[in-house]
């Protein structure tokens, strides 16, 4: 039982190169969260899956999609990737709501020059 | 939208002290209450959390204080140990809404042996 995993756990790009972040869970569960971390602001909700085909933005949508891919798997796509996109991002899932314990992954930080 | 503010920002203690952490939130739906601690290099991992309708909760030498009345919710960690030291998060939730989760900034805790 592996929790929640992410890949890559470091990236570099350039303005304006694209890539998709990874995240798994085996948990079961049905809502999945993506959220950046950045110094001393804390964690921001980027968008989230409340179930398997449904996705809804959170605090800081723009500049990012977001596919869930089954109910393991909800991915986060960065278009055109920009410096204030330099972030260390998290996935999280929780079993139905966000009212359930929320476990979250180990992050992928990432630079974008 | 909710508003999540978190005192203080960085807290240093002796070990063996007591350290509190507080919160305020903004929306009165809001109706969970977790709190996370993150360890260097990881992801965040709950630690206690409290419902609206509890107004303490205790697990070893961990406790959470929940005031609705004045929207605010505190931690206190007792008999600190080095290996508390790590940023420790509050969030508030509204059960409603899968996705509505926000975070407070962050506590930076040293404990110092």
């Known amino acids: 039982n592996a929790g929640v995993t992410q890949t890559p756990k470091f990236q570099v790009l350039k303005t304006g190169q694209s890539m998709t972040l990874q995240c798994a869970q085996d948990?079961?569960?049905?809502?999945m969260y993506w959220y950046r971390q950045d110094p001393g602001m804390g964690l921001r909700l980027i968008y989230y899956s409340a179930s398997e085909g449904t996705t809804d933005k959170g605090e800081v949508p723009n500049g990012y999609n977001v596919s869930r891919l089954n109910k393991r798997e909800f991915s986060l796509r960065l278009e055109s990737a920009a410096p204030s996109q330099t972030s260390v991002y998290f996935c999280?899932?929780?079993?139905?709501?966000?009212?359930?314990?929320?476990?979250f992954g180990p992050g992928t930080r990432l630079t974008v020059l | 939208g909710e508003n999540v503010e978190q005192h203080p920002s960085t807290l240093s203690v002796q070990e063996g002290d007591s350290a509190v952490i507080k919160c305020t939130y903004s929306?009165?739906?809001?109706?969970?209450f977790p709190w996370y601690k993150q360890e260097l290099g990881k992801g965040p991992q709950l630690i206690i959390d409290i419902r609206s309708n509890v107004g303490e909760k205790k697990d070893q030498r961990i406790a959470v204080t929940l005031n609705k009345t004045a929207k605010h919710f505190s931690l206190h960690i007792t008999e600190t140990q080095p290996e508390d030291s790590a940023v420790y998060f509050c969030a508030a939730s509204m059960g409603t809404n899968a996705g509505k989760s926000t975070f407070g900034d962050g506590t930076t805790l040293t404990v110092k042996p």
């Open positions: 999280a899932s929780s079993s139905m709501s966000s009212t359930d314990t929320q476990y």
């Open positions: 948990m079961n569960h049905n809502s």
């Open positions: 929306d009165s739906a809001s109706n969970y």
